[in-house]
């Protein structure tokens, strides 16, 4: 079965860099979020879209900005870069076909950033 | 928001049970529950909502008390591939988004 994809899978930067991080999900999935793991931590959800349009956000920095695409795709952008952005960063989609509550949402493998 | 998980870690042989608990300060709608391996992406397990449906995993079980805004997950005769790091997140009534846990660090030896 299909699955979310992530690209890049790694990514090294420099502080003050920009970086873009790239989810597609589940074919038919409309729903899709994006999260934050530091070493040894939960995810931290940042923010989603439903159908193309901002659903929630979290914890998401004003660097960082992000944007669902007519085919369902999602781009995280990352400005400013810190030192303490260097995290994993997930994707996960669900169907939508149900209230958000209700639903399984699922990971990709997510993109290991760095920053330098 | 975070709900507290407890215990933190665990140590299991194969073939033993272990309970995690995830405890919320916040009426809920539902809760998840996710097994996550090192460096991987967080899979899921179960899914509770409030009113006592389930659904998720066959060989796993789990609970949901909404008044005591609590849920367990049952792993019974563990296994090897058991070990990793299990999250709950909940759904808060009126939330738009799922909050995860502290997260159990289980570790299944032969």
């Known amino acids: 079965a299909a699955g979310v994809i992530q690209s890049p899978r790694h990514l090294i930067k420099e502080k003050r860099e920009t970086a873009t991080l790239k989810c597609y999900p589940i074919?038919?999935?409309?729903?899709v979020y994006w999260y934050q793991q530091g070493p040894g931590q939960d995810p931290q959800f940042l923010i989603s879209?439903?159908?193309?349009?901002?659903?929630d956000k979290g914890s998401i920095p004003d660097r960082f900005s992000a944007q669902q695409f007519s085919d369902y795709h999602s781009e995280l952008n990352m400005s400013s870069l810190e030192l303490g952005d260097s995290a994993l960063y997930f994707c996960?989609?669900?169907?939508?076909?149900?209230?958000?509550?209700?639903?399984?949402?699922?990971f990709g493998p997510g993109t290991r950033l760095l920053v330098l | 928001q975070q709900p507290v998980q407890s215990p933190q870690a665990v140590i299991l042989r194969e073939g033993e049970d272990a309970v995690i608990n995830c405890s919320s300060s916040?009426?809920?709608?539902?809760v998840h529950w996710y097994r996550q391996k090192h460096g991987e992406a967080p899979v899921f397990l179960m899914i509770?909502?409030?009113?006592?449906e389930q659904k998720g995993h066959e060989k796993i079980s789990a609970s949901f008390n909404e008044k005591k805004q609590q849920s367990s997950l049952y792993l019974t005769a563990s296994q090897l591939s058991y070990s990793g790091t299990y999250f709950c997140?909940?759904?808060?009534?009126?939330?738009?988004?799922?909050?995860f846990g502290t997260g159990t660090r289980l570790t299944v030896i032969p």
């Open positions: 996960a989609s669900s169907p939508g076909l149900a209230g958000e509550q209700e639903e399984t949402q699922y």
């Open positions: 074919p038919r999935h409309d729903t």
């Open positions: 879209f439903y159908e193309k349009m901002q659903s």
């Open positions: 916040k009426a809920l709608y539902s």
């Open positions: 509770l909502l409030k009113g006592g």
């Open positions: 997140g909940t759904w808060g009534l009126g939330a738009n988004n799922l909050f």
